[in-house]
């Protein structure tokens, strides 16, 4: 798009084109303007003024702009979009998103609900959908802290109704990575740790999974591990595999917090085994600390002596 542009500066299409391709680059990245040229923001802008009809460009710009704290902007153009293509699935479905980031729960289930009616199969709908009854529930759960006469009726109908949507979600697409880690917490906080733990190895087993969906499978099976299956080993072994993975993010530094001090901790009570003291090292190392690193190894060293990773890493 960029060397199409560089011929055609002014045509609608390359600009589109290259616009929803920043914008979702930077959505991947986690961040803003990854290639180091213009945002996504701004190209935009640029391609809905050549373009005001585009259906792809307007609800993205709209997202976009509440993403950067614009929302009275971004509203004027979700609602622009809807004016005009009240009836396209792809636009209901930004305007369910910008209303449901919003706080805008009854809004984004009535757009969602209505996208739903006219493409019945699709995982994502499925998914934002059992996601506003989860937003819903957390609402409810809150005010009851308040209100003991909250109906809990309502509550379990709405964990009910974002279990069924999550499995509808599966049940279209298998392969649903993130919206899978979330069918497997709820399965988690109902109680059907089976179901949950056979969701979390479907997706161990797979070797295709990018470094930020393999971190997030670790940490969250870690979370699992711990405090549902109250299986500290499985959780410290699947909380440092997603640390060893190299990918910066607030999961590998969850990670890393959490595993340091359940390290601290067993060394303080003197349960500490070999293997313990070589991970303290490795988050020393991780972070730049060679001394303390270099003591954790050698109390590793110590006790396993013939241990050819704790002696690597001391020589290292």
Known sequence: FAKALEKEPENPEFNSGYAITIYHLEDENFAKNPSGKESSLELLKRAVELNPDDVFIVPLLAVNLQETDKMEEGEKWIKEALQKHPDIPYVLRYAAKFYRKKGDLETSLQHLKKALSLTPNSAFMHHQIGLCYRAQYLVMKQESRYDKCQAKDKMEELKRLCIFHFEKMVECNPNFFYANLDLAK???????????DETYQKFLTISNLTPPEKQQLHFKYGRFQGFYRRSQSEAIKHYLAALKIEFDSSERDKCQCILKKLMEKKIRKGKANGEDF?????????????EQAGEAYREALNIGPWNEEYFSAILE
């Open 186 to 196: 709820r399965y988690a906080e109902e109680g059907q740790l089976q179901k949950a």
């Open 278 to 290: 070589a991970i303290l090292g490795f988050i020393h190392q991780l972070n730049g600390e060679m």
